[in-house]
């Protein structure tokens, strides 16, 4: 059974056993517009709560992507470097950027689930 | 930080009308070719004499293939600069109202003197005996900024704002070393340059973003909370990119130093304090000054940038060599302290922008130290007028006056349908440069002009009645027209994730026809 999280950051986080998939939400994307490039961490890198795990980059800014949770990054998006796009078209599905190894799962607490991320952005206006 | 500042990135919808001719020439305005699309092979602008008999000694060094310049008379190649130099905008042809660059009028004075032989005709390699005039220059020029921002030093070599602020950053690194203190961090308030926080990561420091507070302003309280030990220094924009002068500039000086962390300030906004107020008195250690801003040196592709770093007594040894010094013997050159010199080294080749100098130590001999004063105000009062001028059909980002840019956010444009983008797409076909949009970030859907001292009131007035044209149009439900825009420039609107998806970084030669079997 798979649980999906938000920050205020706007990436959501699925998470499976220990490890978790990232990506951001399709408020993000859509504030952003048109994705461009996609930088994506190496595998075995060790990102921190709040770190850079990557870097999107659109018309209009580019912007980093943080690590909901701390963890190893065990796998990237390759598809992400020929098609870009795929973050506007399927933000939740197939435009994940990185998968992680959890360091420390009780971090997710912290984060909003479903309900509380759709309030968070309706609050945005 | 997420972008939220309702950009949209797709191309408008092309329903405008649009005449096409025989030859894609819009009127008189000519659709070019690039030089090598131009190519007839053999063509050439002068006639030279065959080469006397060589023996060539280049063994496998000679040339294999083609060297690929295109063969071109005379006439096709002034025609073809003359063309392009038409589909230029620049502000040798109107009002460019483009927020934080400061695009003032280049007066040809300065430009006469920077062509006068005994100064445009030297050489950098030139014993230093034989260009005392030139180092006596550079000597009075450093004078004229140390007065303006009362600091006791410069280094003049940087070659551009950016460069200026590396070059700052640099000596704070230094002067933290020499005490064996390694700081980590540098702090900048979000209403600072985008310049700023490249800068701080390119040195190596870990960037910290403080959040502006509701009027625009750094929120004090958040910045006296990030301040600590390991804070190398604080960069703030004054005026700031909102176009307004942070009031707590003084405090800020005194948190930072308290924290012993150094003072750096952005000062690209200098048009709108220069002989008003002396940075130096308000606690700053160190502060770019973009000649090609508020001494009117060309810039925007007219020529290079140059940005003279003031430095502050406890930054004043770490300035970059060489420097121009005055003893006995004359002006000297310092390319090398020796020891005991606390110089960080060299950041560029030889001594810095030369042409700039000679144009804007002009500008300022020109205008005389009440001139400049004047510049200030001027540039300040425009600003003023043209917020004044459009504040009831367009919204202003703040409450209050403003230095010398007019920040609007797209408020006024809620429910219409019309983005900042295809209002700034509008002024396009209304002979306009649009202002510069969508930064700052901290204001949604930004639109930040700065009229410069240089228009004269008529000129603004005739902007201001295109500006307010068009927000009425806006207001009016004409929202097609503004999608469409621009309508009369040579290009229509231009698909900006194309090009950055799939972009075409250089012209290639046509595949040759393949030969019939």
Known sequence: ?????????????????????????????????????????????????GGEAAVVESVKAASEVYAPVGGEVIGANDQLSGDPALVNRDPMGEGWFVKLKLSNPAELAELMDEAAYADFVKGLG | MLNRQGRPTAPGNDNGTAITTFTGNRGLDHEELLSFEQDAPGRCGVDLPAPPKTTERLGGLARRDAIGLPGLSEPQVVRHFVRLSRKNYAIDSGLYPLGSCTMKHNPRLNEKAARLPGLGDLHPMQPVSTVQGALELIDTLAHWLKTLTGMPAVAMSPAAGAHGELCGLMAIRAAHRARGDARKKVLVPESAHGTNPATAAFCGYEVESIPANEEGRVDLDALARALGPDVAAVMLTNPNTCGLFERDVIKVAELTHKAGAYFYCDGANFNAIVGRVRPGDLGIDAMHINLHKTFSTPHGGGGPG??????????????????????????????????????????????????????????????GADGLRQVAEDAVLNANYVMASLKDVMTPAFEGPCMHEALFDDRFLKDTGVTTLDFAKAMIDEGYHPMTMYFPLVVHGAMLIEPTETESKDAIDTFVGALRHLAERAKAGDKERFAAAPLLAPRRRLDETRAARQPVLRWKPPAPAQAAE
């Open chain 1, 1 to 49: 059974m798979s649980e999906i999280r938000y920050t205020k950051d706007h990436e959501w986080i699925r998470v499976e056993g220990d490890t978790a998939t990232v990506g951001i939400s399709d408020y993000a994307q859509n504030q952003l517009g048109d994705v461009v490039f996609v930088d994506l961490p190496d595998v075995g890198k060790k990102v921190a709560k």
């Open chain 2, 306 to 367: 140059s940005g003279p770093v003031v430095l502050s007594e406890a930054l004043a040894s770490f300035v970059p060599v060489p420097y121009v010094v005055h003893d006995a013997k004359g002006f000297q050159l310092v390319e090398h302290e020796g020891a005991g010199g606390h110089s960080f080294g060299r950041l560029k080749g030889f001594h810095g922008q030369m042409g700039m100098f000679i144009r804007a130590l002009t500008y300022m001999l020109s205008h």
